[in-house]
């Protein structure tokens, strides 16, 4: 059963930026914290960012800070992924899934997961 849905995905550039949503029903998404994980072909699944119930708290991957921007509406029950500076290295499918705790990082602290939203970015 699916209970997020990731939107926003594409083919771009080096250098192009792209807002990835993540939309959710009003008993997953409320009240608790959301995150953004991608998994490049090959690998495993990586933490990317997430974001406290109340936006006020946010973490970043290594990889992505500074490039990436995390936010939630929550009267949309809606999060967003904004990535500026693209790179060929951010080629992943992105998912979104729902957190436990203030600051979750690990893949297993996370269910509700979405299908995913493919990212591909040329050099």
């Known amino acids: 059963q699916v209970h997020v849905v990731e939107s926003g995905g594409g083919l771009v550039q080096a250098g192009d930026l792209l807002r990835l949503s993540c939309a959710g029903s009003t008993r997953i998404f409320n009240g608790y914290t959301m995150g953004w994980f991608r998994q490049a072909p090959g690998k495993e699944r990586e933490f990317v960012a997430r974001i406290s119930w109340n936006g006020v708290s946010t973490g970043y991957s290594d990889s992505v800070k500074g490039r990436f921007t995390i936010s939630r509406d929550n009267a949309k029950k809606t999060m967003y992924l904004q990535m500026n500076s693209l790179n060929p290295e951010d080629t992943a499918l992105y998912y979104c899934?729902?957190?436990?705790?203030?600051?979750?990082?690990?893949?297993?602290?996370?269910?509700?997961w979405g299908l995913g939203t493919q990212v591909t970015v040329s050099s």
């Open positions: 899934a729902r957190g436990f705790g203030y600051t979750p990082v690990n893949e297993k602290e996370y269910d509700s």
